[in-house]
T-cell receptor, first 117, second 111 residues
């Protein structure tokens, strides 16, 4: 099973709202990622968690706050977003130490389509 | 110079054609290469994963890596309308195994 699940599928929020995106995987992956994707552009890396610790923050504004409660779950907390933050938010996961097959395949979830009004 | 450059397309071919999608990369240290397919409004789906140089085949898809020229390709044989999607090449780097993507090529296979 190579499934990464994300909830919700769609989210509309106002600029003063607080909301959270959730991501889950059960592949035993110890690296989890958040990406942001605008229309007709490739995904852009936002955050990386390695062994449940934040290892990379690609200079993301503080209105985005990631959290990794355990090795299977990844959250992205949203607060005071701007309309330009509207995008598809993608979660992904992979092995860090090459897994049993020695591979680092990275699997993506279906994404949360976020609209900020 | 971008780390990964991809032929932008869009590309339109008739059903049954052989499709060639291409990327170049700048850092000779890259060793892991991936191709993703992304349908409109969906998440990227991993198609092919290649380590180092050489070819890898999976059904109608062949991924090719030429490390001497820093060139990666995806070939689709007997293309089908269901192959219509955006194809993204990506390279893996860093201790956190992060991906850097090409800009994507939008492919349309006409019935």
């Amino acid at each position: 099973d190579t499934e990464v699940t994300q909830t919700p599928k769609h989210l509309v929020m106002g600029m003063t709202n607080k909301k959270s995106l959730k991501c889950e995987q059960h592949m035993g992956h110890r690296a989890m990622y958040w990406y942001k994707q605008k229309a007709k552009k490739p995904p852009e890396l936002m955050f990386v968690y390695s062994y449940e610790k934040l290892s990379i923050n690609e200079s993301v504004p503080s209105r985005f706050s990631p959290e990794c409660p355990n090795s299977s779950l990844l959250n992205l907390h949203l607060h005071a977003l701007q309309p330009e933050d509207s995008a598809l938010y993608l979660c992904a996961s992979s092995h860090l130490a090459g897994g049993l097959s020695g591979s680092y395949e990275q699997y993506f979830g279906p994404g949360t389509r976020l609209t900020v009004t | 110079q971008k780390e990964v450059e991809q032929d932008p397309g869009p590309l339109s071919v008739p059903e049954g054609a052989i499709v060639s999608l291409n990327c170049t990369y700048s850092n000779s240290a890259f060793q892991y290469f991936m191709w993703y397919r992304q349908y409109s409004r969906k998440g990227p789906e991993l198609l092919m994963y290649t380590y180092s140089s050489g070819n890898k085949e999976d059904g109608r898809f062949t991924a090719q890596v030429d490390k001497s020229s820093k060139y990666i390709s995806l070939f689709i044989r007997d293309s089908q309308p269901s192959d219509s999607a955006t194809y993204l090449c990506a390279v893996l780097s860093g201790s956190a195994r992060q991906l850097t993507f090409g800009s994507g090529t939008q492919l349309t296979v006409l019935p």
